[in-house]
């Protein structure tokens, strides 16, 4: 069912908390309230470099997007959260910095923690069951002849290319960028955030997005309880 919502599991930032301002008025949404957040002073033109990254709102992927397999629903999806959070500490991830990734402008890890990428791939494991399979048409969206062969198989094992040992935390900032923008835009973006704070991982999100509309929070779970 093409026509079913789709969900992901990520880490979104506290509400309110700099982070989540920051990284909502890049964007100009905010994905916990589902509001347009108004652009940095002087950077109206984000609007033009931020379509796509807008529809799933300021967060890092810990289960891509996926329709619930059959004969489950999102009050399952739910359920499982909450015990996963519970039984998983918080992942202190250390400061953030604006870079160039592939086409892209995120925020990554200054030197990302082995526990963040246990854990990422601990959510990978957990939600699979809950992972209706790709149709043709989404399995297309992930370009699989651009992928290197791991890449491929990762993508047919698990319905995305970035797990496991290709992950990478990251929280995008901006659309895939033409060659000549992606320094201009790393260095206003890298002003505009300043020299930030440390990130600690603190909560699991679900998310739900229902037909073209962007991703909405349905709930952010603390980790540890």
């Known amino acids: 069912m093409t026509g079913a919502p789709r969900y992901a599991l990520y880490f979104t930032p506290k509400p309110g908390s700099d982070l989540a301002r920051f990284g909502n ?21 984000l609007a033009d470099v931020t379509d796509s990254p807008r529809r ?26 909450e015990t996963l959070a519970a039984d998983h500490p918080p992942v202190p991830v250390g400061l953030l910095r604006v870079a160039t990734l592939g086409a892209f402008t995120a925020l990554v890890p200054d030197a990302a923690p082995p526990e963040l990428g246990l854990f990422a791939a601990e959510c ?21 002849e651009r992928l290197s062969p791991r890449g491929r198989a990762l993508l047919a094992a698990w319905g995305y290319p970035h797990v496991f040992e290709e992950f990478r935390f990251h929280m995008t900032l901006t659309d895939a960028l033409p060659e000549e923008a992606r320094a201009p835009w790393r260095e206003r973006l890298a002003a505009a955030y300043g020299a930030g704070a440390p990130l600690v991982l603190d909560a699991l999100s679900v998310l739900r997005q229902d037909g073209a509309a962007p991703f909405r929070v349905l709930r952010r779970i603390p980790l540890g309880g």
Do not use: C, I, W
């Not at 891509?64 to 399952?76: K, Q, S, T, Y």
């Open 25 to 45: 008025a890049v964007l100009g949404y905010d994905n916990h309230t589902g509001a347009e957040v108004p652009r940095p002073e002087g950077m109206a033109d």
């Open 124 to 144: 990978v494991a957990a939600f699979e069951p809950f992972r209706a399979s790709l149709t043709e048409a989404e399995v297309a969206r992930r370009r699989p």
């Open 56 to 81: 799933y709102g300021f967060h890092a992927t810990l289960k891509a997007p996926m329709r619930l397999a059959p004969g489950l629903a999102e009050a399952d999806l739910l359920a499982a959260a």
